[in-house]
């Protein structure tokens, strides 16, 4: 490699870096409790019941659920991966934004109602929402992508640095005394390559998952209306099917597959006559990957069931790869240390900036003074 090359990609790398590490650190520390959301959300305290899961009427948990909060709608039912709960919404309109929601959780065995803190509040929340979007909407998430995507670029450049840079270095040494810059400087390049594939990782299904809701948008405006139009809408509007009907209808066009979010009529992910039940696999894998089954609101009957397009499954497997969430405690701790050298390597990285900045600073100070001694 040139000079000139070393040059070129050391200050892509440098301004790159410099750019995004402040934004980076916060992504890394807001998302170190967000590995332990489980472990450190609310306690269920679900009680042992010998009865079937989903044996509670689903009707009548909604029933409840919108006699609780007089005036409201129920605009989704979403349902929990690993325990037997389903959380209700409340909201003054089917199109309210879902920060607004009032959440209701039931147990799906008995019926019995939870009671638990609000999701959309407390510690955990904070630190989610700064992780996805700062609390500024749509457009904090493109940011926080735009600035994953700089530092995707670092990671790249400082890999094709790392060659050039520790040529005459056995590979891991770090220097010691005398020069505690030059020793930061090894670790950070040590730590950085040790963790090169975890952070490329993780930094790149960061990036996709900020496309959550471009990718939302193609999905509504292709997809659903192309499921939607394989039925005609409902010839009378007001009349709705049972929803435990409906569930059962669905579970037996898809067998095997188990129900995690229910989308009623007049949400932007249902359409105005039909129910959308997304359906996720039992598999490690399967269990990331939605399937969308699209019910007649009126009969109850499934009019179609597609699998979800490609752009959709890259969003969704990208999700457990980013968090760690997809094999227990030891891959979520494991997560949890790589997060904390990460943490490290930004802050050696702006360290070693200012330190080198500081010493140019004095080094252009120093000449004047021997100039001005020397006349």
């Not at 050696?348 to 500081?358: C, N, P, Q, T, V």
């Amino acid at each position: 490699m040139t000079p000139r090359t070393i040059r070129i990609w050391s200050w892509l790398h440098r301004w790159t870096s410099l750019v995004c590490t402040l934004f980076a650190l916060m992504l890394c520390i807001t998302g170190l409790p967000l590995i332990f959301k489980d472990e450190l959300g609310p306690d269920l305290k679900l009680e042992t019941t010998a009865a079937a899961p989903g044996t509670a009427s689903i009707d009548d948990i909604v029933a409840r659920a919108q006699a609780a909060r007089p005036g409201q709608v129920v605009p989704y039912l979403f349902y929990d991966r690993d325990h037997p709960i389903v959380k209700v919404p409340t909201a003054a309109a089917m199109t309210t934004d879902p920060g607004a929601f009032h959440y209701q959780v039931f147990d799906t065995r008995t019926g019995k109602q939870i009671e638990v803190p609000q999701p959309n509040e407390g510690f955990l929340y904070v630190m989610l929402r700064l992780h996805l979007d700062m609390f500024a909407g749509l457009w904090g998430t493109l940011f926080l992508g735009f600035m994953g995507l700089l530092l995707c670029i670092a990671i790249v450049s400082g890999v094709v640095l790392y060659g050039p840079f520790t040529r005459r270095l056995d590979f891991g040494a770090v220097r010691r005394g005398g020069n505690r810059q030059r020793t930061w400087l090894d670790l950070h390049n040590l730590l950085g390559i040790g963790t090169l594939a975890w952070f490329a990782v993780v930094s790149f299904t960061g990036v996709i998952n900020t496309l959550a809701a471009p990718i939302e948008l193609a999905w509504q405006a292709n997809q659903l209306v192309e499921m939607a139009a394989q039925a005609k809408p409902a010839e009378d509007a007001t009349k709705r099917a049972r929803i435990d009907d409906m569930l059962r209808e669905v579970r037996s066009a898809v067998p095997g597959m188990n129900v995690m979010t229910v989308a009623f009529p007049g949400t932007p992910f249902a359409t105005p006559s039909h129910v959308a039940i997304f359906l996720t696999g039992n598999t490690p894998i399967t269990s990331r990957i939605l399937k969308p089954a699209l019910a007649d609101a009126t009969t109850g009957r499934v009019v179609s069931v597609r699998d979800m397009p490609w752009y959709a499954t890259a969003l969704f497997m990208s999700q457990p790869l980013h968090f760690g969430d997809y094999g227990g405690l030891p891959l979520k701790i494991i997560w949890a240390l790589l997060d904390v050298v990460t943490i490290v390597v930004l802050m050696s990285g702006l360290y070693l900036w200012w330190a080198k900045r500081r010493r140019r600073r004095a080094a252009g100070m120093a000449i004047p003074g021997m100039q001005a001694a020397a006349r």
